[in-house]
């Protein structure tokens, strides 16, 4: 059972390139979602998907695309990647813990750098 | 206003020492409440709930409330390990699938 996992781990990006960050969950949960965490600003709701064929914007959506592929997995797409766009992107599901409550399961996390 | 506020810190003890951090949410319609420890470089993972009632795992006790919109963390007997950032995390009424998270605190336990 791998839980959450992100790939790439790293990439390096010129202004204007183009890139997709894929997630894959095996918990079979409905939920999942795409954030961005920044120094000082804590993580952020980029788009999320309540359940396979559906996603929401979040808080922060400009400049990106998520496609939900099926329930396992959960893309989101740079078209035109631009400076403001570096930062650490988690992408997570959520699901019964102890069934007992929701709790959100993150992946490693992808370490975007654009120049 | 942030929605989730923490005091980012960084908080520096000693081993053996008790610290307390607190969170405030402006939304009083909030249902659910948490703390995730991330640790540097690596991605959030749930530390506990936290109950209207209060509640305790070892070392580290939770407490809400509702009333003041506040949220609290003590950890006791502080070791080496427990250096991490500790994020405060709200769910959504609207939502309970909606989290949003403080922009967390930074603990340091010294030797």
């Known amino acids: 059972n791998a839980g959450v996992t992100q790939t790439p781990k790293f990439q390096v990006l010129k202004t204007g390139q183009s890139m997709t960050l894929q997630c894959a969950q095996d918990?079979?949960?409905?939920?999942m979602y795409w954030y961005r965490q920044d120094p000082g600003m804590g993580l952020r709701l980029i788009y999320y998907?309540?359940?396979?064929?559906?996603?929401d914007k979040g808080e922060v959506p400009n400049g990106y695309n998520v496609s939900r592929l099926n329930k396992r997995e959960f893309s989101l797409r740079l078209e035109s990647a631009a400076p403001s766009q570096t930062s650490v992107y988690f992408c997570?599901?959520?699901?019964?813990?102890?069934?007992?409550?929701?709790?959100?399961?993150f992946g490693p996390g992808t370490r975007l750098t654009v120049l | 206003r942030k929605e989730v506020e923490q005091d980012p810190g960084p908080f520096n003890v000693p081993e053996g020492a008790t610290v307390a951090f607190n969170c405030t949410y402006s939304?009083?319609?909030?249902?659910?409440f948490f703390w995730y420890r991330q640790d540097c470089r690596k991605e959030p993972k749930l530390l506990m709930s936290?109950?209207?009632s209060g509640n305790e795992d070892g070392r580290f006790t939770a407490q809400l409330n509702r009333a003041s919109q506040y949220i609290s963390l003590l950890i006791r007997d502080s070791k080496l390990s427990d250096s991490a950032t500790y994020l405060c995390?709200?769910?959504?009424?609207?939502?309970?699938?909606?989290?949003?998270f403080g922009s967390g605190t930074q603990l340091t336990v010294l030797p």
């Open positions: 997570a599901s959520i699901g019964l813990s102890r069934g007992t409550y929701n709790e959100q399961f």
């Open positions: 918990m079979n949960h409905n939920s």
């Open positions: 998907s309540a359940s396979e064929g559906t996603t």
């Open positions: 939304n009083s319609a909030s249902q659910s």
């Open positions: 936290v109950y209207s």
């Open positions: 995390v709200v769910g959504s009424a609207a939502s309970a699938r909606q989290l949003t």
